[in-house]
């Protein structure tokens, strides 16, 4: 019966490092800016931009007239290096 509480203790001390190292790993990527919550964009691009606050949906397109064309009322066509400025802005005023 010890031995298998000291068998099952060891192992969830194996799992529980291996989470752990994970985790570590996951930060410092985020630290070092190998991934990243801010969206890319093209810059020479354009973008059909919708959705809400809290979600935006964003569609490319290679020029603006087919960016244009599929404009409606409720999502707009920006270029993506207004995109990219909007970004950085906002992570400045969040950071």
């Given amino acids: 019966m010890a031995a298998s509480i000291?068998?099952?203790?060891?192992?969830?001390?194996?799992?529980?490092?291996?989470?752990?190292?994970?985790?570590?790993?996951?930060?410092?990527?985020?630290?070092?800016?190998?991934i990243s919550t801010a969206p890319s964009y093209k810059e020479n691009a354009w973008y059909l931009v919708g959705g809400n606050d809290s979600l935006v949906i964003t569609s490319e397109y290679a020029d603006e007239a087919d960016c244009r064309r599929k404009e409606t009322a409720s999502?707009?066509?920006?270029p993506g290096k207004a995109l990219m400025e909007d970004t950085r802005a906002y992570q400045n005023e969040h950071s």
């Fill in 6 to 34: 000291g068998m099952l203790e060891r192992r969830a001390r194996y799992l529980m490092g291996i989470v752990a190292v994970i985790a570590a790993i996951g930060l410092a990527a985020f630290e070092m800016g190998w």
């Fill in 75 to 78: 999502s707009v066509c920006r």
